[in-house]
């Protein structure tokens, strides 16, 4: 069972992570050749004070 893990800043629209799942799904079926119900796809967000891009914190780059 494939399992897509996306990651990345926090989706406040509900609609845009339906249909985030919906096309990382129907790219997984074309490319394994399975039933859309074998694809899992989890949506995991960081908080810009959680990640840090070259030793920084997101959250202090916007400053």
Known sequence: MPNITV???TIKDIEIKR???????????KAYKLPAEYIVVVIKENLPEN???AGQLIADRKK
């Open 19 to 29: 249909a985030l799942a919906k096309e990382m799904t129907e790219a997984a079926v």
């Open 51 to 53: 990640v840090a891009v």
């Open 7 to 9: 990651e990345g800043p």
